[in-house]
Structure formats: C-alpha cells, structure tokens
C-alpha cells in the first residue's frame, strides 16, 4: 500500500538525525487507556474491570529532541481495543509521531512545551476468525511534558486519535461504514539523562564559580587601586626626603 511509503520516509528521517546526534536521544515509555469508534459500540462501564483492562495499551521506544520546538519519537507497542463479551482485539503498531511545541519562547511554569502531534504507524492486527495483516494508520492529537513532576525524567500527558485505513479493527467488516478509529489517552515518562539532582548540582556550581570570578575580580581591583595609593605615598616621600 502506499501508507507504507509514507511510514517509511520518517522513519528513514528519524534514522538519519540519529546519525548525526546520538545525544538528543532518550528512552521513552508510555501507558494508555484507548476507546475504540468501529462498527461495535464501545463500552463506558469502567466499573467493570474488564473494560479498562481490555483496553489498556503500552509503548516502549526513543525519544528524539532536535530544539525547543520540534521533535519526535519512534515506538512499538501493544495495544488493546474490545468490549466485553462482543470482541477483543490486540494491536501491535509501531508509530513514528513529531511534536510541534507551540510554546517556543513563551515562559510557562508548570509546562516546559505543550505539543501537536502528528504522525504514521503500521500494526498488526486481527481481521476476522484467526487472520492477521497489518494496518496502516494515522496519529494525531496534543501533549503536554511536565519537566519538575518526576525525579529522572519529564512526565509527559497527552491524548491522540488513531485512524485506521481498515475496517477491521473490531473483527467485523460493515458494507458502508467509515473506518475504524481509536481515542487514546496516555502518560508517558521520557528519561532525560543526568539526574535533576546532578543538573541542579551542576548549575550551581556554575553559579558558585561565578560568584567566586566576581570576587576575584573585585578584589584584585581594590588591590591595584592600594598598590597605586602606595606608589604614590613612596614617591611623595622621596620627593620629600
């Protein structure tokens, strides 16, 4: 299919800045609680544990920062989509998503970058009575990175829809229905490298440091404005001697 063609290009994107700086790379893993929008009605009952459970989904991969503004992740996950006691259904996609962060430049305390997402995957799935094929689809949706919630990493929350170029999703096929979507709701955690503890550390032994140059500086300023005074003081009394 041509979907592929379009998954494939940023992948190859994303393969080449690896290339070029391994260092904005970081492990990202994320969990979500999904509803699905096919031909079967999904269920609100969440009170039901078999709901949530039968919808849950989890992503592992790596997360790539080229600047403030946009970046980019490639995952493979497994994800649930089902209502209990009519179908149930295991998706297994890889996504490649970019993240547009639209408040490049703006001070915002709570959030470091609030995100639109878009982007391709493939997964495989069930179409009907045991058979299998992939599904192209496409992402998008916003997310937010809390960067001061957790000690090792940011915190990212964020919601996405999955459009599927099938209609199988659910394991039925209706003649005249549009395709089958999914609503996902998720919180990921992205480690960042160096500790907070270490970055704090660091910044402020930077601030030490320079806070020790201003005194030095100042110091060996009021030195040379002494050392003036006394030359002038040795010269006036060799005048007067």
Do not use: C
């Not at 998503?97 to 915002?108: A, E, I, K, P, S």
């Amino acid at each position: 299919k041509s979907m592929k063609t379009y998954l494939y290009l940023p992948l190859l994107l994303l393969s080449s800045l690896a290339t070029q700086a391994q260092s904005k790379w970081s492990p990202y893993a994320s969990i979500e609680e999904n509803i699905h929008f096919s031909d079967v009605s999904p269920s609100y009952n969440y009170l039901n544990l078999s709901v949530p459970a039968g919808n849950v989904g989890i992503r592992m991969g790596a997360f790539y920062t080229h600047n403030s503004q946009l970046s980019a992740e490639i995952t493979l996950g497994v994800v649930g989509v089902g209502t209990p006691g009519v179908f149930s259904n295991t998706i297994i996609p890889i996504e490649a998503v970019g993240h547009y962060n639209l408040l490049d430049g703006m001070d915002v305390k709570l959030l470091s970058k609030f995100n639109l997402d878009l982007g391709v995957g493939s997964g495989l799935a069930e179409s009907s009575n045991g058979n299998f094929g992939f599904s192209e689809h496409i992402v998008s949706g916003a997310s937010m990175e809390l960067p001061d919630v957790v000690p090792f990493g940011t915190l990212i929350m964020g919601i996405r829809y999955t459009s599927f170029i099938d209609d199988y999703i659910d394991g039925s096929v209706v003649s005249g229905s549009s395709k089958d979507g999914v609503l996902r709701f998720y919180t990921a955690v992205r480690l960042d490298g160096e500790s907070k503890k270490t970055r704090q550390a660091l910044e402020d032994a930077a601030a030490l440091a320079a806070k020790v140059g201003a005194s030095l500086e100042k110091s060996e300023a009021e030195k040379a404005a002494i050392q003036k005074e006394l030359n002038a003081a040795e010269k006036a009394h060799a005048l007067e001697r």
